[in-house]
């Protein structure tokens, strides 16, 4: 919705619909005789002939939906059409030849844009990996309106809001966030936590110790008391007062920051739960998902091991009981380029990790957050620092290097199992076969990193995976800048429809206000009788025979002209056909300007009286 974005109506004189009664008046008065004015004669220039071919300055629409360009997905914001078109009536006619027809793609019809040809527009060229369903699948517009046009339902226009699945995401990351405790539910959880209240389990509360570290952990939501933010607070159960030495540690993971990392904020003891716990501070993403929940079977899920909260006597991460046969079909295993992005964003984080001396030391598919469509965060960062802290080392970087390599080899057992769809892959006993599966089903470079880090005969470093992964990288950049930008063109959308919401709010302040300084006629007499012509000329136009006329960028339209002020000249009317005003959108901004200070001005002398 840029203020600069006037949209042509086929059926529209003199800036009114033919359907509008108000258009039926001004026919009636222009018949037999001259116009009257030097402003008529202007307006009548303005009148569409559908007979008439007109040449029409291509428009900027902003969030035009991308199987609208014959263009490649690198340049799929240059809306330049390359597909024969003519503009007749305000109505551009593009004609598609012998396009190729994609069944998953769904064609978006814009106001005064019809398709001839085929139903079908040209098909992305290339999807990126990890490319957001809403630019694959984009919003099919409805139809039905008075002018037998296709249109946009109001809440839906592609144009003018923000994407419907990307709406629906936000909301539920919202409704998330904003979930409040059910005292009757745990009725043992504390009011406060140091300076976090309003505790939400993130998980079901189970009485499990740890068998890697021993403790019993849980996770929640909390929002803090000074700021209001939302944090994640992992809880580790009993435990004793930490070595003073790891909070060593702790400083240098606070300072630590990384998009592909959940950010640790704090780590303090209370006693709040009823014993001595230690708590640790996270950034908090709501409607995050694990890779153990999101690629690996249920049937898997049940018999994996948290790391951090689950029975001593289940088996541990990657160690199964011996089972040869891994249950893996073809056409569920994950695309490669999926992978390789996985992996990209994996070893940032452990390059900004390892340069920075310190090592993960959990990577496994319960501590990788999917926190968006495509992005990985690790999380439970500097848990095993503090709850697994050596004693015998007065340094306690001294044993880093060797939990580096330990995290290599953990990546390479995460790709492989993921490769793979199995967690079984990575036991012992099956590593051949698994190595065997994806030697088969993906590249050699594929096949080559993981045996990379794997291998324990030589010293790895996170740096020399960057020729394995070679112009991969580009690949991914790209993808992340793509959705970057779509992010931001979405947030633009948004950002005019608060500008027009600002505008309609001073309109709502000012028509039809009972009384001003005592005077019960100041909104209608002056120039707040011109803006309220002017709201029923936006917002209750109606056709010849009585129906409501609705045409949601008509009213984008006006909104826009008269926030820039335009020059354009338009006519109004009472309801009862005895006033007629022709003004312009300067006029009426002046108006709205002015009416609207005595307003502000009245408010301000209220207070001044009050005080």
């Known amino acids: 919705m840029d203020p600069s974005m006037y949209v042509a109506y086929p059926h529209q004189h003199n800036g009114v619909p033919m359907e509008s009664k108000l258009a039926t008046y001004m026919n009636r008065q222009s018949v037999g005789g001259a116009h009257t004015s030097n402003v008529t004669k202007q307006l009548s220039n303005l009148s569409l002939d559908p007979s008439k071919k007109v040449a029409v300055a291509p428009e900027y629409i902003p969030g035009r939906q991308l199987v609208n360009s014959n263009n490649a997905a690198p340049h799929a914001y240059n809306n330049t059409y390359h597909t024969p078109q003519e503009n007749v009536g305000g109505t551009t006619y593009y004609y598609v030849q012998n396009p190729v027809v994609n069944p998953n793609i769904q064609p978006t019809v814009e106001e005064g844009v019809e398709i001839v040809g085929s139903p079908d527009p040209p098909p992305l060229a290339y999807v990126y990996p990890g ?128 998009t592909n990392l959940v950010q640790l904020k704090e780590v303090f003891t209370t006693k709040a739960f009823g014993d001595s716990s230690i708590i640790f501070v996270y950034d908090f993403h709501p409607g995050s998902e694990s890779l153990l929940n999101k690629h690996f079977s249920p049937s898997e899920l049940n018999g994996y091991s948290d790391p951090f909260s689950s029975d001593p006597n289940a088996p541990r991460p990657y160690s199964h009981t011996k089972n040869t046969m891994l249950r893996h079909q073809h056409n569920s295993m994950l695309p490669e380029s999926i992978i390789w992005s996985y992996i990209i964003q994996l070893t940032a984080a452990l390059r900004v990790i390892h340069a920075a001396g310190l090592a993960y030391r959990c990577l496994d598919p319960t501590k990788v957050l999917l926190t968006s469509r495509t992005r990985l965060r690790l999380s439970g960062v500097s848990v095993p620092d503090v709850v697994m802290f050596d004693n015998n080392h007065t340094n306690p970087l001294a044993l ?85 930008d779509v992010l931001e063109n979405e947030l633009t959308k948004e950002l005019e429809n608060g500008r027009l919401f600002r505008l309609i709010v001073k309109l709502g302040t000012i028509i039809e206000r009972p009384e001003l300084a005592l005077d019960p006629q100041w909104a209608e007499t002056g120039d707040r009788y011109m803006l309220k012509l002017f709201r029923d000329y936006v917002f209750h136009q109606i056709t010849d025979d009585g129906r409501p006329w609705l045409d949601l960028a008509h009213v984008v339209s006006c909104l826009n002209k008269l926030d820039v002020g335009a020059p354009d000249k338009i006519c109004l009317m009472s309801r009862d056909e005895q006033t007629v005003l022709i003004v312009s959108y300067a006029e009426l901004r002046h108006c709205l300007e002015t009416s609207f200070n005595e307003l502000v001005q009245a408010t301000k002398g209220s207070a001044q009286e009050a005080v």
């Open 131 to 258: 490319t957001p369903s809403y630019l694959q699948h984009p919003v099919k517009p409805t139809k039905g309106n008075c002018n037998g046009t296709e249109t946009s339902s109001p809440t839906q226009h592609p144009s003018f809001f923000i994407n419907e699945t990307l709406r629906m995401e936000i909301l539920q990351k919202n409704a998330l966030a904003l979930a409040v405790p059910d005292p009757a539910q745990y009725p043992d959880l504390p009011n406060e936590v140091e300076n976090y209240h309003d505790l939400v389990p993130l998980e079901i509360l189970q009485k499990h110790v740890s068998s890697v570290l021993g403790y019993q952990t849980s996770t929640y939501k909390a929002t803090n008391i000074k700021n209001g933010i939302k944090y994640c607070i992992r809880r580790v159960h009993e435990f004793r007062l930490p070595n003073t030495k790891c909070m060593v540690l702790v400083d240098m993971w606070k300072k630590l920051i990384h």
């Open 400 to 484: 880093m290097p060797h939990y580096q390599q330990e995290d290599l080899i953990a990546l390479g057992k995460l790709v492989l199992a993921l490769a793979c769809r199995s967690l079984l892959a990575v036991h012992r006993d099956n590593m051949q076969s698994s190595l065997e599966l994806v030697a088969r089903s993906y590249s050699n470079d594929l096949r080559n990193l993981i045996m990379y880090l794997l291998s324990n005969q030589i010293r790895k470093s996170v740096t020399d995976l960057m020729p394995m992964i070679g112009a991969r990288f580009y690949t991914q950049l790209d993808a992340a800048q793509l959705c970057s």
